[in-house]
């Protein structure tokens, strides 16, 4: 009959320290995606200014264009 109460009480050990391993991998695995996700937010940001950046350039380079036509004239 101990046997069985040791064998019962490995097995609730072995199951508990099991879940907490997962429970802390998972905790650590969402940690780092929102970590990720939080370095992506801010590259994507970065992308947003640049497009707004080279279209204004854009503009720019046309008017500088347009000026020196209109000088030579």
């Known amino acids: 009959m101990t046997e069985i109460i040791v064998a019962a009480i490995a097995l609730i050990g072995t199951a508990v320290g099991s879940l907490g391993g997962i429970l802390a991998a998972n ?9 990720l996700e939080k370095k ?8 947003e200014r640049i497009t707004v950046v080279e279209v204004k350039l854009s503009e720019q380079q ?10 030579k004239l």
Request: no cysteine; charged share 35%; aromatic share 4%.
């Open 27 to 35: 905790r650590l695995t969402n940690y780092r995606i929102e970590q």
């Open 40 to 47: 992506v937010d801010k590259h994507n940001s970065v992308i």
């Open 62 to 71: 046309e008017n500088l264009a347009r000026l020196r036509r209109e000088m």
